[in-house]
């Protein structure tokens, strides 16, 4: 977990467009905000999926099948 905190090195492979996100590069506070909310982080997504910002769960599953 300690590559986690490590913002500026995570920044670098962080594929979420959503501006302005607290948690962007932040990797385990992302996935937790996410999980939270019963959503899956940007990540997760293609480009296409990533750039609508519905993290939902069925949107994920529309996007990978």
Known sequence: ????????????????TYE???RKGICCECITFH???GEAPGCLFDKEG???YDRSLSNLAKHHI
Request: overall charge neutral; glycine content about 0%; aromatic content about 0%.
């Open 1 to 16: 977990m300690a590559d986690c905190q490590n913002q500026e090195k995570n920044l670098t492979t962080c594929t979420c």
């Open 35 to 37: 999980r939270r909310m």
């Open 20 to 22: 302005p996100c607290p």
């Open 50 to 52: 990533e750039a609508t």
